[in-house]
């Protein structure tokens, strides 16, 4: 299993030409999916910019921008959190060198950890720092 994580996602909704080449590639047995997290920041994100619309053609630009994200969620396996998530999570938090990542970083973790998924991200240099990770970057 492949995640995705939100920043990756983003690049991949706005085209990015490496991230979308290597989504090309995988093989079609490959599942490709992100977190439950990851879709609650899109979503938030994309409500958020519909409730701030400014005026009538701020509105349905928003409003373009949501159903585009509604339909490529609906094209990924959306990972929830699981009791092996939780278990992850409790012990990541207990960690005193993660301190500094953030909680939506540490949840996305422990997602792809306790699904033994590859985690694609911008970010290794918090990503990098959880032991047992697998972490790859498609957009540099």
């Not at 991949?12 to 990851?38: F, M, N, S, W, Y």
């Not at 939780?86 to 973790?109: S, T, V």
């Not at 792809?112 to 047992?132: E, Y």
Request: cysteine-free.
């Amino acid at each position: 299993m492949i995640l995705l994580d939100t920043d990756m996602l983003s690049l991949l909704h706005a085209g990015h030409k490496r991230v979308v080449e290597h989504v090309e590639q995988l093989d079609p047995a490959e599942l490709l999916g992100t977190t439950v997290v990851t879709r609650g920041e899109v979503l938030r994100a994309r409500f958020e910019y519909l409730f701030k619309a400014s005026d009538g053609k701020q509105l349905l630009k928003a409003q373009f921008w949501l159903q585009a994200s509604d339909a490529l969620l609906a094209d990924l396996h959306i990972v929830p959190v699981t009791s092996d998530a939780a278990d992850e999570f409790e012990r990541l938090r207990r960690q005193r060198k993660l301190k500094k990542i953030g909680r939506r970083d540490l949840l996305i973790a422990s997602i792809a950890l306790a699904h033994r998924a590859k985690l694609i991200t911008r970010n290794l240099k918090h990503f990098r720092q959880i032991d047992g990770l697998t972490l790859e970057n498609w957009a540099d």
